[in-house]
């Protein structure tokens, strides 16, 4: 039996898949952010995106992003949160280390929010040059 290349590259992508989570389910490295810092802070600066600080409470108060909502995803009210959000805005969210902010990302998705950049850390995007409160 011969196996296409098209069925190849999606058992590799699967494997990596697999081998990433395997990863992540030991909080060895957060998954990548689904665009660069700089990137993240464009988008931010043009008011393409609405920034979502994943944090907690006493973390976005520490410092997040200029204009930024706290939606906090530890917390009991954050699926009810997210249904209350827009489905036509576009949201860029992030948190301390991509952990969250991906987990959030995939929830928001599920939840029927299209519009979702995972922007990764927090101090990648201060780093890059997002202003801060």
């Not at 030991?26 to 994943?54: M, R, Y």
């Not at 204009?67 to 959000?85: H, M, V, W, Y």
């Amino acid at each position: 039996m011969r196996i296409s290349s098209l069925s190849k590259l999606l058992f590799l992508m699967l494997s990596a898949g697999c081998l990433a989570g395997s990863g992540l389910a030991q909080g060895l490295t957060p998954p990548p952010a689904d665009v660069a810092p700089k990137s993240a802070v464009k988008l931010v600066k043009k008011h393409k995106v609405l920034p979502l600080d994943v944090r907690t409470p006493e973390e976005y108060h520490a410092g997040h992003l200029q204009g930024a909502r706290n939606l906090d995803i530890k917390s009991p009210e954050f699926a009810t949160q997210l249904a209350q959000l827009d489905t036509a805005q576009t949201y860029l969210v992030y948190c301390a280390s991509g952990n969250r902010s991906s987990k959030a990302a995939n929830m928001m998705r599920e939840k029927g929010l299209r519009h979702v950049i995972n922007a990764g850390a927090y101090i990648k995007l201060k780093e890059a040059g997002a202003k801060t409160e």
